[in-house]
């Protein structure tokens, strides 16, 4: 079985859009515009040299934003406390 998500990307040399696969995310067979791709897609295909289906040409994949990010271990007051983080009191 397999399964991916894709991004979509435009080749700088001919414009045309190309799919790339990923297995770096869930892998639900999800399709991401290039200018939004969650954080693990983003970081998998990072530094990927690709060569255009339409005209044959090398290019590569950089992320503009960080690959790596800091994850953060914190102590669970309780559920009702965490869903109201964002909320005024
Ligand atoms: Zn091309």
Redesign the pocket.
């Known amino acids: 079985m397999s399964c991916f998500d894709s991004v979509f990307v435009t080749?700088p040399?001919?414009s045309?859009e190309e799919e790339v696969q990923s297995k770096g995310g869930k892998c639900e067979m999800r399709r991401f515009q290039s200018h939004k791709v969650p954080l693990a897609i983003a970081g998998d295909v990072h530094g990927r040299t690709l060569t255009?289906r339409?005209?044959g040409?090398e290019y590569r994949l950089s992320v503009d934003g960080p690959t790596r990010v800091r994850v953060i271990a914190e102590e669970v007051l309780d559920d009702e406390e965490w869903d109201d983080g964002l909320s005024a009191d």
């Open positions: 080749c040399h001919c045309s255009c339409s005209c040409k």
